[in-house]
Structures are given as structure tokens and as C-alpha cells.
């Protein structure tokens, strides 16, 4: 029985023996780490550590018995036995303890600043203030510090996406990022070389670069108010302003096609367009220099240059009512009469005055003498229509400046008078050199035995 309870007692001896080692096993790994840390807290050198060996060696053994059969033993003392031997085996268990003490290297990471690191959170965070390195978060480190960096690549070049200062590239910055900005002044101003968006400021931006251009509609249309060019429109700009100008040549010259004003030549706009007018006075007078059509006046052009001619039929016949030098052709017809006088001779020049007169252009007619040198005169194409008439004989009646105007047969010959008579002694301007008696007519008088006085027509 006290066998078994030995064999029991062995098994529960080296159980327990193994629940010693393993308890053991983790209490030294607390002493380890305690005596580290409490190192590390004494100086920056290292921490010590001490380890704790146990070994632990168990026998178990059990009751063994053999015997004899048939013979007795003696015994050494002189005893006898009855041929029977047991022997006993026992447990025996020996423990050793032994004790190492020494130091354990710095490391970065363990929270405590060594020689050679600048911090040492503890951490494995490489974001925050003190890097996995063991080291100050700085720009440029090309770790990105949470809340404080917006980016860190690393490098001190501005003409990237982050900035020298670890802050992300934008416009406006002050730095030119490569194949992103043409150009970044650091400013909102829209009126500089560097506008909006970082682009280089040019023509047809839409922004008015002060000095530069005086205006920008940010298009390239060259007859509006702001052609392509980015100066405001202006008369001579070589564009034609919709609605505006006329014409645009570019130049100043008022000679050509386009003249001052940016308006198209005509004749009468005060300037002579080389090769196409001889003059232009700017109006439309043809009885001055320049004529209608902005020719030069001359004789023959059918406009009377006041002051200078006398007539201008517009032809070149010389033998008309107005000659070739534009002086009056006028017929005139002037006699002197007798008072009871018969008419010889004047009616001899009277007929011959009628027959001078040559169908042309007339312009006006005269009755007129001694008695009244002023007389009564019609001008027009009435005028021409008298004295046309009065050559040929022909019978007439027409009204011409307050007067009606007769022509017709008395006596031997053609009568004209400004009476609305016919063969009458009726008082007024009367001419009748043919009529073969004394009563050869009057001026502003009596026309029947009229005191002498000299009787004249005139037509011109």
C-alpha cells in the first residue's frame, strides 16, 4: 500500500515538478523586463537585467520483490530468512538556482531618448512629431507630419506639386509649378503679365494689361469695338468698325478711295480722290470753280462760272447766242427815229437783225431805247423762244416777267412790243420800223408820231 501511495506520490511529485518550471519560466521573463526597464531609468548607457535558471531533476521508483523457492537464506547477522527479498526504490527530487545579471543594448523605439536620437515616442507612427528614425518631423523629410504638413516629397524644389514649405502647388503661390503654370506672380491681378489661371497675359484674354493694351474682349473679331489687336477701334486702325465706319484703309490720306472720317469718297466731301476728280470744293455749286461731277469749270461744260463768263450753252459752235470764249452772241437791232418820220433805213437793219439772229440759246431779250434805257426784258427759255420766233416771223403770245409778250405782222413788217398789242398806238415799248408811216413805235411812251428817239432790241 505504502507502495502505491510512493508510485501516486512520484506521479503528483513530477507533475507538480512541471507546473514549477512553466510558473517559473514566466516570472522570469517579468524579472527580466523589470530589471531592464529599472536599468534603463538609472542611466542612458543600457539597462541591466538578471536571469534566473532552475533545474529541477525527479527519480520515481517502485517496490520490487524476489524470492527463493525451497531454500532458506541466512542472513549475515546470523538470521534467517524465509527466501523472500523485497526492495524499495525512492523518489528523490533536486532543485538548482542560478542567477545571471547584465545590460541591454539602447534601442529607437523604447521610449526613452538615447545618444543619437533627437526624440523616442515609443511609437511606430511615422506622421507624428518624432519619426520611426527616431528623429524630429521636419519639412523636407519626406514624411508627411499629420496636421501640420500638407504634403513632404522630400526635396526644396517650388516648382513641384509641394512646395518647399510642405504646402500643395496652387496658383497664386509666388512659384512657377513645371507643366502646370506659364507663370505665377504670387497675386490676383488681373491687369499684370501673369493673369488669372497662372497663363502669360496676351491679346484676347479678356484681361486689360495696364500699359499694354487699352482694351481686351477676349475675342478675335476685328469690327468690333475692340479689334484683335487689343487697341480700342479707331478711324485709321485698318479695320472697318461695324456700323461705324464705312471703310478702313489703315492710313490718314484723304486722296484715296477712304477719305478722313473713315468714310467712302464722293464728289462734294471737300477732297480731291486722286485719278478720279479734278476738284472737289466740298458743295454742289456749278457756278463756281468746280463744277458739278467735281470738274473743273470751263467754258463749254454748260455751267455759267459766275464772274467769269458771260454764257455757257455747253457747246463749241461759235456762231450762236453764246461763242466758243463764252461771251454773249448778242444780236442787236439799235436805230434812231425821226418824230413823222417814214423809216427807211432802219427797216433795211431791221430785217437784217432778223436775220442774224441764229436759232440757239438765248437767254434773254430786251426792249429798249432812248426814252427808256432800262426798258422791259425777258429772261429764260422764254428769251429763246422770242427771239427764235421774231427771226422766223412767227405770231406770238406769251406772258414772261409781268409782261405779256407779243409778235406779229403790221404793216409791211414784224412787230414785237411788250403790250399785248397788235398795230396799236396803245402806249408802251413798241418796235415796227417796217410798218411804212411815222407810227414806227415807242419806248415807255406814245408809239404812234413818237418823238424822235432812238428804238433798240436785244438779244442775247
Not at 293 to 318: L, P, R, Y
Request: glycine share 14%; hydrophobic share 25%; net charge negative.
Amino acid at each position: 500500500m505504502r507502495g502505491q501511495e510512493a508510485v501516486v506520490g512520484g506521479l503528483a511529485l513530477a507533475h507538480d515538478g512541471e507546473m514549477q518550471i512553466k510558473t517559473f519560466q514566466r516570472s522570469l521573463w517579468v524579472v527580466l523586463l523589470g530589471g531592464w526597464v529599472s536599468g534603463c531609468a538609472g542611466d542612458d548607457s543600457g539597462g541591466t537585467f538578471t536571469t534566473a535558471t532552475t533545474t529541477t531533476t525527479s527519480t520515481t521508483g517502485q517496490p520490487t520483490t524476489s524470492s527463493a523457492s525451497d531454500t532458506d537464506a541466512t542472513t549475515g547477522d546470523g538470521t534467517t530468512s524465509d527466501g523472500t527479498t523485497t526492495s524499495t526504490s525512492t523518489s528523490t527530487s533536486e532543485t538548482t538556482s542560478s542567477e545571471t545579471t547584465g545590460v541591454m543594448p539602447p534601442a529607437c523605439g523604447d521610449a526613452v531618448v538615447d545618444a543619437g536620437e533627437e526624440c523616442d515616442d515609443g511609437n511606430t507612427v511615422d506622421g507624428d512629431a518624432c519619426t520611426n528614425a527616431c528623429t524630429n518631423a521636419a519639412c523636407g523629410d519626406g514624411i508627411v507630419q499629420e496636421g501640420v504638413e500638407a504634403c513632404d516629397d522630400g526635396n526644396d524644389a517650388d516648382d513641384d506639386g509641394c512646395l518647399a514649405d510642405c504646402t500643395l502647388a496652387a496658383c497664386g503661390d509666388g512659384f512657377v509649378q513645371a507643366e502646370v503654370e506659364e507663370c505665377d506672380d504670387g497675386n490676383d491681378d488681373n491687369a499684370d503679365m501673369c493673369v488669372e489661371g497662372c497663363k502669360l497675359a496676351i491679346c484676347g484674354d479678356g484681361f486689360v494689361q495696364m500699359d499694354v493694351e487699352t482694351c481686351d474682349d477676349g475675342n478675335d473679331v476685328d469690327t468690333d469695338m475692340c479689334p484683335g489687336t487689343c487697341a480700342a477701334a479707331a478711324c485709321g486702325d485698318g479695320f472697318v468698325q461695324e456700323g461705324v465706319e464705312a471703310c478702313d484703309d489703315g492710313n490718314d490720306l484723304s486722296t484715296d478711295e477712304c477719305v478722313e472720317g473713315c468714310e467712302l469718297a464722293a464728289c462734294g466731301d471737300g477732297f480731291v480722290q486722286e485719278g478720279v476728280e479734278e476738284c472737289d470744293d466740298g458743295n454742289m455749286s456749278s457756278t463756281d470753280a468746280c463744277v458739278s461731277g467735281c470738274k473743273a469749270a470751263k467754258c463749254g461744260d454748260g455751267f455759267v462760272q459766275e464772274g467769269t463768263e458771260e454764257c455757257d450753252d455747253g457747246n463749241m459752235v461759235n456762231n450762236d447766242s453764246c461763242s466758243n470764249m463764252c461771251k454773249k452772241n448778242g444780236v442787236t437791232y439799235s436805230q434812231s427815229f425821226q418824230q413823222n418820220g417814214t423809216p427807211g433805213q432802219q427797216c433795211t437793219e431791221w430785217n437784217n437783225f432778223r436775220g442774224a439772229l441764229m436759232p440757239g440759246s438765248y437767254t434773254k431779250i430786251t426792249l429798249r431805247g432812248s426814252q427808256d434805257m432800262i426798258g422791259t426784258s425777258c429772261a429764260g427759255v422764254n428769251a429763246n423762244t422770242l427771239c427764235n420766233n421774231l427771226k422766223n416771223g412767227t405770231a406770238t403770245t406769251l406772258a414772261c416777267d409781268g409782261r405779256t409778250w407779243r409778235i406779229g405782222n403790221c404793216g409791211n413788217g414784224v412787230e414785237i412790243n411788250s403790250n399785248n398789242t397788235m398795230c396799236s398806238c396803245t402806249n408802251g415799248h413798241v418796235v415796227r420800223p417796217c410798218i411804212g408811216n411815222s407810227n414806227w413805235g415807242g419806248m415807255n411812251g406814245a408809239t404812234c408820231s413818237a418823238v424822235t428817239q432812238t428804238l433798240e432790241v436785244i438779244c442775247e
